[in-house]
């Protein structure tokens, strides 16, 4: 057997007009990120790291910015549609670790839906999907509130 590891980073801008969707969650919040997509950070960044791991080009190139088939699409498909890239491989999923850096609004009351929901999409058990969250200090460009980001290391096994 063989093991690899694989990371994801992914960060979109904070704008009026659009749903904040996290982790395949809808949460209330004054303002959205802004992307082709549904914007989901923490897919997306848990995406690039399934991709990585594999040695397999990134979500920039898999669903490109500027095809109007992937326009709207959610972190669920994402992560469906990366998961059967990854087994063409010959890949199987062991575990996930990620972080959501936000100043606001608080991740704390949708980590387990959020952890539920990447579960299902990806086939596993939610014991192996982890999700924290922290804000940074009102430092930077998330802590000023003006976008979120999220990171991801996975682990997968041939």
């Known amino acids: 057997m063989k093991i690899r590891v694989g990371i994801g980073y992914d960060v979109h801008k904070l704008v009026e007009g659009r749903d904040l969707i996290i982790g395949e969650v809808k949460i ?27 040695s397999l080009p990134d979500i920039g190139v898999q669903f490109p910015d500027n095809d109007d088939k992937y326009l709207g699409m959610s972190g669920d498909k994402i992560l469906k549609l990366t998961k059967e890239l990854i087994e063409k491989e010959g890949a199987k999923i062991v575990n996930i670790d990620s972080t959501i850096v936000a100043q606001a ?11 539920n929901n990447i ?10 999907v982890n999700i924290k969250a922290t804000t940074e200090e009102k430092l930077g460009f998330t802590g000023a509130g003006l976008g979120i980001s999220a990171q991801a290391v996975c682990l997968i096994e041939f």
Do not use: F, N, R, T
Request: net charge negative; proline share 8%; with cysteine.
């Open 28 to 54: 209330p919040y004054e303002k959205g990120l802004e992307g082709h997509s549904d914007a989901d950070v923490l897919c997306h960044a848990i995406a690039d790291a399934l991709l990585g791991a594999c």
């Open 105 to 115: 609004p608080k991740m704390a009351p949708y980590i387990s839906q959020m952890k």
């Open 119 to 128: 579960a299902v999409s990806l086939g596993l058990d939610p014991k192996e």
